[in-house]
């Protein structure tokens, strides 16, 4: 079993930066594949990024691509996003996600290939 709580979130102007984090119980965190999800009011939940269990493979949807950076600290169970040059659009719930027994470097971007997820954290972006 593996919890996953998100701290913050919080409100941004439009060009400019915010980072979230996602923490993780138990001793598993190392042997998870995670990702970020994000749903838009109005709108389905969709995906945002993803990295391996190492930490070696990431992936990005293309509206995010080049503006977010996602990242792990397996030492501290925890996953980063880190959001650049935020558009008013970024405004969303965003939640992270894990899923156990995969194998080194591999990633998943469908939110029915993940086992666990966090309670959510809203992100406003304002223009």
């Known amino acids: 079993q593996v919890q996953l709580v998100e701290p913050g979130g919080g409100s941004a102007q439009a060009g400019g930066p915010l980072r979230l984090s996602c923490a993780a119980s138990g001793r598993t965190f190392s042997r998870n594949s995670m990702g970020w999800f994000r749903q838009a009011p109005g709108k389905e939940c969709d995906f945002a990024t993803a990295i391996s269990r190492s930490g070696s493979t990431t992936y990005y949807a293309d509206s995010v691509k080049g503006r977010f950076t996602i990242s792990r600290d397996n030492a501290k169970n925890t996953v980063y996003l880190q959001m650049n040059s935020l558009k008013p659009e970024d405004t969303a719930v965003y939640y992270c996600?894990?899923?156990?027994?995969?194998?080194?470097?591999?990633?998943?971007?469908?939110?029915?290939?993940?086992?666990?997820w966090g309670q959510g954290t809203q992100v406003t972006v304002s223009s």
């Open positions: 996600a894990a899923r156990g027994g995969v194998d080194y470097a591999e990633i998943y971007y469908r939110k029915s290939e993940y086992d666990y």
